[in-house]
Nanobody, 119 residues
């Protein structure tokens, strides 16, 4: 079974930065892509960013483009989300997810890490 564990969340002032990490462990798997999603209270889950495991092509949600950067360490099976110029509206629980080869969608999820941006 795949386990995804996020870390790096916390409280930061507007304009500040945070770096989230996600480490995959458990049964080895082949990833098609890894991604970050977020969910704020009372809102639906929102796509933040993703990275193709092979080739490293990245995709970003409109609200974070230019401020967030996703990256990966293939050998360590880790993915990162560097978040700069944070805004109060970035406050949410951030989830790491894996889209495994053969799956139709993201099919493994972490427990989430809270990011709170104060104004």
């Amino acid at each position: 079974q795949v386990q995804l564990v996020e870390s790096g969340g916390g409280l930061v002032q507007a304009g500040g930065s945070l770096r989230l990490s996600c480490e995959a462990s458990g049964r080895p798997f082949a990833a098609y892509a890894m991604g970050w999603f977020r969910q704020a209270p009372g809102k639906e889950r929102e796509f933040v960013a993703s990275i193709r495991w092979s080739g490293g092509t990245t995709y970003y949600g409109d609200s974070v483009t230019g401020r967030f950067t996703i990256s990966r360490e293939i050998r360590k099976y880790k993915v990162y989300l560097q978040m700069n110029s944070l805004k109060p509206e970035d406050t949410a629980v951030y989830y790491c997810a894996a889209h495994r080869v053969g799956a139709q969608q993201y099919d493994a999820w972490g427990q989430g890490t809270q990011v709170t941006v104060s104004s």
